[in-house]
């Protein structure tokens, strides 16, 4: 996901006519592992809003998601899906927020051979330094950490949409749009009627056919 001051990207495919496919009640929610690693450790208060945030967008689509710190003398557990993100410099606001940066993503998913991988990138510097440039001179101080942690489900979310159902696309909806603009950073984004589906249905059929049916 990158983003641009004041870019209104048309969305590269129409979104979405997805046909609603029944799913039963009965099937219990996939299980998503979410495995974290950060390059500096974060605050307790960071990592609860992030898990937080993310969770209440996540949370229309019914998947169960696990978070886990990875751990290099500990296995990780046992999920329906997977996905690795790596916290990349330091998840504060503020901090490193003047360095400058070559980059415009803020998060981005491995592709190799055309195939979504389950590894995630996100790059906390870069997420400090937007919200300090866009938000310093409306957003009076303690609004900062719950702003930045706003930030980063964001951009994380955006990610695990791209690993859940194995498509690099983007559309013009709060979740899969990219780049950002700065407009997206005041509200809660929320999950399409599409997604929700197509999320639901993870586990249940190939997320490439979930994501073909999307782009419909
Ligand atoms: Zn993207």
Redesign the pocket.
């Known amino acids: ?1 990158t983003f641009r001051k004041f870019a209104f990207l048309l969305p590269l495919l129409a979104a979405l006519g997805l046909p609603a496919a029944p799913v039963s009640p009965d099937l219990a929610p996939p299980t998503v592992g979410v495995l974290l690693k950060f390059e500096h450790k974060p605050s307790p208060g960071f990592l609860k809003l992030l898990q937080s945030e993310v969770g209440a967008i996540f949370r229309p689509s019914r998947l169960d998601l696990r978070w886990e710190m990875l751990r290099p003398d500990r296995s990780p557990g046992v999920y329906n899906r997977l996905a690795v993100v790596e916290m990349r410099g330091t998840c504060a606001p503020g901090a490193n927020s003047s360095s400058s940066q070559t980059s415009t993503r803020l998060g981005w998913t491995n592709v190799a051979d055309g195939e979504v991988q389950p590894y995630i990138t996100i790059d906390c510097d870069h997420i400090a330094q937007v919200l300090a440039s866009t938000w310093n001179h409306s957003a009076s101080r303690h609004l900062a950490p719950p702003l930045y942690a706003r930030l980063t489900a964001r951009v994380m979310v ?2 695990l949409i ?1 690993v859940l159902l194995r498509t690099s696309a ?1 559309h013009d909806s709060d979740c899969a749009r ?1 780049p950002l603009r700065s407009l997206d950073l005041g509200f809660q984004p929320r999950l399409s009627g599409p997604e929700v589906t197509a999320l639901q249905r993870i586990g249940r059929e190939p997320g490439t056919a979930i994501a073909r049916a999307a782009a419909r």
């Open positions: 996901m955006h990610e791209h983007h990219s």
